[in-house]
């Protein structure tokens, strides 16, 4: 059964880089037609889309991050990961990684349990 | 910029149905948003209940439904259940590759 574990500090200080990684566990990520996507919530908020990359490097973001956000895959560690340049308090938010399928039906089919980051000095 | 409508909060008897809705600030809700409908608990991974508008993902109960009511995706729970106390999340895609998740509903089964 595949899953997903985020990884990555809990403590990111104001105007540095978030990064943070998601290893995929029981199945390859090169495997099916899937995207794979970092999602975030903030606390007692809702749920943002920042971004995704297919296995091939391609990606696309969240138009109001595009300017912040990297998101790469290295398929060899069965990884993806994600930077966050340029944080403020408002990045505070638990992170979910997040596989997306693709095809026919689109929609997210798995998700991580997510890790909560903090801007804080 | 557009936004993803939900309910903030709703609630619901045990045994009754309740109808959750999903919007758009700028445009009916149709079926090539591909809406899609996630179960949250506090703490736990969100979960998926329906997608492409109507479809039941694997092991959901057959009492979550999803359709498109007037100008809105819906997501109807039959004969609710203590359990089913969660934060329901839509989210549509807009196309270009952009997803975009309502503020979610807080429903209470009481």
């Known amino acids: 059964q595949v899953q997903l574990q985020e990884s990555g500090p809990g403590l990111v200080k104001p105007s540095q880089t978030l990064s943070l990684t998601c290893t995929v566990s029981g199945g390859s990520i090169s495997s099916g037609s899937y995207y794979w996507n970092w999602i975030r919530q903030p606390a007692g908020k809702g ?7 297919y296995t091939s490097g391609g990606t696309n973001y969240n138009p109001s991050l595009r300017s912040r956000v990297s998101i790469s895959v290295d398929t060899s560690k069965n990884q993806f990961s994600l930077n966050l ?17 693709a095809g026919i039906h689109w929609y997210f089919d798995l998700w991580g349990r997510g890790t909560l980051v903090t801007v804080s000095s | 910029q557009t936004v993803v409508t939900q309910e903030p909060s709703f609630a619901v008897s045990p045994g009754g149905t309740v109808t959750l809705t999903c919007g758009l600030s700028s445009d009916s809700v149709s079926t090539s948003y591909s809406p899609s409908w996630y179960q949250q608990t506090p703490g736990q991974a969100p979960r998926t209940l329906i997608y492409s508008t109507n479809i039941r993902s694997s092991g959901v109960p057959d009492r979550f439904s999803g359709s498109i009511l007037g100008n809105k995706a819906a997501l109807t729970i039959t004969g609710a259940q203590a359990d089913d106390e969660s934060v329901y999340y839509c989210v549509l895609y807009l196309g270009r590759a952009i997803w975009v998740f309502g503020g979610g509903t807080k429903l209470t089964v009481l």
Do not use: F, N
Not at chain 1, 47 to 53: H, N, P, Q, S, T
């Open chain 1, 47 to 53: 749920l943002e889309w920042i971004g995704r990359v």
């Open chain 1, 85 to 101: 340049s340029s944080v403020t308090a408002a990045d505070t938010a638990v992170y979910h990684c997040a596989r997306l399928v």
